[in-house]
């Protein structure tokens, strides 16, 4: 029996080393070596410890197209518009077990109540849930000890203690493939990773994937998306957990396929430092999801830099010629102009997450990336989402938007672009048929959601949710055509 533990091990023989080699003298009054481990293994004891004991296995699905690396990712068949597929997974009952209780020692009781995203009562932790071994099948066939795991933030917590089981999931195909070489850069259809979105606070089941449909329409680079059921088996026979939107993964195949290199850095900022306000610099919030054991993170320093210049308003040619040699501002002000259309509160302007920045190798400059669209297309909680002309919006806060805004060739970009966006991917006639095909392709999956697998109070509440959908496109083209014409 074989226990991933690598951590354990690593601050072990850290301490060890660190001890003999340094010749410390711990005196009475300091812990001793021996203490220190003990308390290390008293800490890890709370994390979960995934047993691989199931190692003897042929994978006898396993054909070039379906479980390799060796193809081009399909798109075709794995992120299908027109189609609700079904994902099937597996997990023993042990496993199983292991997810709940560390969902438990981070978040506490399932069921125990809890705060809504981005308002108090949630308990921060910066740990992921832990990944287990799991069998995935999909159109007859299995892939074999994909990595599976919880997903989210917020959202994730709010669920788990409201009592909703239905809960997001990460997909990684090849995370066990140490402990089993039989899936040495195992794929899915060509793709490593994926997001199950259980489409958390949002009725209507469409906005993940229509937002996503937006912003890719628009020319932006962005994640796919498509509609899938979700079954989980962990020991008592597959359970409906409901309706999902399978959504694309910025570091595999987003960047693989929509640019040149994967090289780049690739940042998911979190935290203070991501609203690129002055003073707020701090590496450990600039998190890395490439390149993570380089050290170097001189492009988002230099951006955050660039934007608070102050020659901003005394040689503004210059401010934007510093700004545009390191940051896409053309892909911004487009992002920029789509997302205010639709709407978003849980994103850049109000909260400081849920966007990628990757540092394209072709061009040297980073460009923004959107992320979880589950809270689009509403003008949304707490403060609401950004004015069209961000009078709501603190400059000084939010300086990629204030500071490009107030900046009158960045402005007239950022207008001429919420034209373009109301004229094509959000043009009310295109964007009402969307909802009605979508909402008649999804309406049987999302309407037959079992208690304690939904968010639905009534299979009533998702045609509401269609409704509002409707109504929220025309409010925001005629908002959009006030603004463009005052």
């Not at 951590?7 to 001890?19: G, N, Y």
């Amino acid at each position: 029996m074989k226990m991933v533990n690598l951590f354990k091990v690593m601050v072990k023989t850290w301490l060890l080393v660190f001890c003999l080699v340094a010749h410390i003298a711990c005196s009475n009054d300091d812990a001793t070596t021996e203490e220190i481990i003990v308390e290390v293994e008293e800490e890890e004891e709370e994390h979960e410890e995934v047993v691989i004991d199931d190692t003897d296995f042929e994978a006898t699905d396993w054909t070039t197209e379906t479980h390799t690396k060796d193809i081009d990712p399909n798109f075709d068949e794995v992120f299908q518009d027109n189609a609700v597929k079904r994902l099937d997974i597996v997990i023993t009952e042990a496993r199983w077990q292991s997810m709940l209780d560390d969902m438990t020692s981070n978040y506490g009781t399932f069921g125990s109540g809890g705060g809504e995203p981005g308002g108090g009562g949630l308990i921060e932790t910066d740990e992921d849930p832990i990944f287990v071994p799991a069998e995935v099948f999909y159109g007859g066939k299995q892939w074999y000890r994909v990595g599976v795991r919880f997903k989210g933030n917020s959202s994730l917590q709010s669920s788990w203690r409201n009592g909703i089981l239905k809960l997001s999931f990460k997909l990684d195909f090849d995370e066990f493939e140490d402990d089993y070489p039989q899936i040495k850069n195992q794929r899915f259809y060509g793709f490593k990773k994926f997001s199950l979105k259980n489409n958390f606070d949002d009725r209507s089941m469409l906005r993940e994937k229509v937002a996503g449909d937006v912003f890719r329409n628009s020319g932006l680079v962005g994640s796919h998306t498509a509609f899938y059921t979700l079954y989980v088996d962990y020991g008592d026979g597959p359970k409906y957990f409901g309706f999902y939107t399978l959504v694309e993964e910025v570091d595999g195949s987003v960047l693989d396929t929509q640019f040149t290199s994967d090289d780049g850095n690739l940042y998911k900022p979190d935290g203070d430092a991501a609203s690129f306000a002055a003073g707020t610099y701090n590496e450990d919030e600039y998190v890395k999801k490439t390149n993570e054991d380089d050290t170097d993170f001189s492009d988002v320093k230099a951006l955050l830099a660039a934007i608070n210049d102050d020659i901003r308003t005394t040689e503004a040619t210059t401010w934007r010629a510093n700004l545009e040699s390191i940051f896409d501002t053309d892909v911004f002000l487009k992002y920029l102009a789509a997302n205010t259309i639709i709407q978003n509160w849980d994103t850049y302007g109000r909260m400081t997450h849920n966007y990628y920045l990757y540092n394209n190798p072709e061009t040297n400059k980073l460009i923004w990336i959107p992320w979880d669209n589950n809270e689009a297309l509403q003008e949304g909680k707490r403060q609401g989402a950004a004015n069209l002309d961000f009078s709501n919006i603190s400059s000084a806060q939010w300086p990629l938007i204030g500071y490009l805004y107030q900046d009158k060739v960045y402005k007239a970009k950022y207008d001429a672009y919420l034209q373009e966006v109301i004229d094509g991917p959000f043009n009310d006639s295109s964007i009402q048929t969307l909802y009605d095909s979508y909402a008649a392709l999804v309406e049987t999956y999302a309407t037959s959601e079992v208690d304690g697998y939904t968010f639905l109070n009534s299979s009533a509440d998702f045609q509401t949710a269609i409704n509002q959908l409707k109504s929220h496109v025309i409010s925001r083209n005629s908002a959009v055509n006030t603004y463009l014409n005052e």
